[in-house]
């Protein structure tokens, strides 16, 4: 009791001093809230001066924006986030975003001809956001010429511009020099054999129907192995995937059998659609090869993972064989089971080089002047790539280093994009 | 006639696809074209079809040699589409449930998807699993060190499948940092990234030209070897 007493005798003395301590320690953590929040918590300020303009020389399918923002300090770690929609009042899809100093974007996939509002918002490390700011409304046209492509269409122009100069030159009586190409020496002598062992030869154009080039690549050598398999009396098998390419190689067989002089030999029953199911066909062709046994096989066109499966059972069955494909990854299966490989653009050559027709021998040539623009290519990206990585970016020519950075940079991502 | 017109589509068509590559304004030109050949290769699946049963039935009324594999493609054949028109098992579409035929063809559980997992899939993946034994041999042939060529290239294919392995990172785990670039696991990246992209990128440059040559000899009707004879 004479406790409570004394606490409230001392508490009428010092009133002054209580409530003056719980004053100031509520102002004070009030001034540290406000503070703390006005330091950590405020959003940072809006871009401003928004504009959405079409991206030039395109498809119509991208709009390029730029905008102002005043508070650059204020958002160190932050990005802009950036938006767009049909109607103002959809839902903003986002776009994608940048790093906080960078105040330009160009928003990609549209639809042209459609009205886009766009929107960018500032937002802190702290991610919080600022205020929005909408463009007005702007459309992706469709232009006449896509720019990205230009680089590509002058290197078109020049290596298509010099295949016709030569093929014009070849049709002069000009002669053309073209190295011997072992596995197209070897189609006179595959198809021999099979006539001297009495066995058929079989010539398979690839997987792939006439869209593709290899197919017409396949089929065109295929022309030339008819007259000889003609010439000859050999039988010749064609089992296709497609019925187009049964269609075409009826058509190519037909014809060569008639310039060999011999269109009553003509059998269009040995020309036949098998499936257009990848290993139904193998198994079909393994099928044949086993129990036929033929005395030379072609592979010609493009091919997938049954290359290897039909080279190797041809291989078993000791037949001569000559494979030529544009596709890289078969390459060294083909290299492995075959006697000959046409490798690339050797694929390519074949029909000229079997034909030996100065057009067509022409178009080799033509293809010359495209591999010295490839390796004036490949010279300058490694002469220019060399001297930017000898003089920086920590190097002593900053200036120069970015001459050779920015060659390097314009050669691989506008001239090759 | 027969040589002339299949010349002036082609070239057409051609034309088409490029201006459509070029020109944003024409793309749909191009899409056009697309649809045209695949309307075509639609067309043809009955020619094909047609074929298949006529080399078979060919085949069996012959008794040539593996007769009995024809007639079994046969029976296979003729059961899987009359399955697959007729929807057999298929359950009517909830969205037009008083129709029976409105259900998709390879609807779960249905006969048509039963062959297709239970028969075609099984097919298949035995067929392409082959290829393991068959990568065995090639390699077998392919890596015999017959001479300077042979050697590098059976040496280099050591390194590769070797570095490939948990043996080939355990065999020479005990080099020091300082050597870290002999660890066979990083030399086969090394070889896969330099050696082995240099070589195959001057491939498919020589592939590409290939390519372009090919095809502006069709345009240009240089190249007609697959138009056929032209005789009408």
Known sequence: MANMISRERLRRR???????????????????????????????????????????????????LVWEYPGEAALDGGFFLISYAMDLEDDFRIAGQTLGYETVYTVNGLTPGVDYYFKVVAVNSALEESEAVVSEPVAGRLQWVDGSRIWFLITVMIFCGSVVYFIRHARKGRPLKVRK???????????????????????????????????????N?????????????????VPTTRSLVMTTARETVQSAFLRAGRPEAYDENKIN???????????????????????????????????LILAETGNSVGAIQVAGTAMPAQLPFFVASCDYTLIGEEFFAASAYLTGSPEELGSLKGQDVGKVLVAIG????????TLASITGPEGLNLESYHFFQGFVDYLQGTVLH | MKRNIPLLITAFSGLVLILAYFIPMTQSWGEVAAIWFDILAS???ILGGG?????????????????????ITLLAFALTLFIGLSKIGVSPNLQFPDMAWSGHYRESGAP??????????????????????????????????????????????????????????????????????????????????????????AIMIGIALGVASTSLKVLLGVDRSYLGSGEE
């Open chain 1, 14 to 64: 010092l009133p002054a001093l209580w409530y003056g301590t719980w004053l100031l320690r509520t102002v004070f953590v009030f001034v540290f809230i406000a503070a703390g929040a006005a330091v950590v918590a405020a959003p940072p300020p809006a871009p401003t001066g928004l504009t959405a303009k079409d991206h030039g020389w395109d498809k119509g399918t991208a709009v390029d």
């Open chain 1, 181 to 219: 190409i072992a596995g197209l020496e070897a189609v006179d002598e595959a198809v021999g054999r099979a006539t001297e062992m009495g066995r058929s030869v079989i010539f398979v154009p690839g997987i792939q129907d006439m869209n593709d080039i290899q197919t017409i690549a396949g089929i």
């Open chain 1, 221 to 237: 050598v295929l022309s030339r192995v008819a007259q000889i398999a003609a010439e000859n009396s050999a039988s010749l098998e």
């Open chain 1, 273 to 307: 659609y098998i499936t257009d199911e990848q290993f139904g066909y193998v198994a079909y062709l393994q099928g044949q090869m086993v129990r036929e046994k033929p005395a030379a096989c072609f592979y010609m066109g493009a091919f997938f993972a049954e290359a």
């Open chain 1, 378 to 385: 490949i010279v300058l990206g490694v002469v220019f790539a």
């Open chain 2, 43 to 45: 067309i043809a699946f």
């Open chain 2, 51 to 71: 074929n298949l049963i006529k080399l078979h039935a060919r085949k069996m009324a012959l008794r040539q040699a593996g007769w009995a594999y024809s007639a």
């Open chain 2, 112 to 201: 048509f998807w039963w062959i297709y997992e239970y028969a075609f899939k099984p097919l298949t993946a035995t067929t392409f699993s082959m290829l393991a034994f068959y990568i065995a041999s090639a390699a077998f042939r392919a890596f015999r060190a017959k001479n300077l060529e042979a050697i590098l290239l059976l040496g280099t294919a050591f390194i590769i499948l070797l570095g490939r392995t948990f043996a080939g990172i355990i065999l020479t785990s005990w080099l020091p940092d300082s050597l870290a670039g002999l660890r066979i696991e990083n030399l086969t990246v090394e070889i896969m990234r330099v050696v082995n992209t240099a070589g195959s990128r």
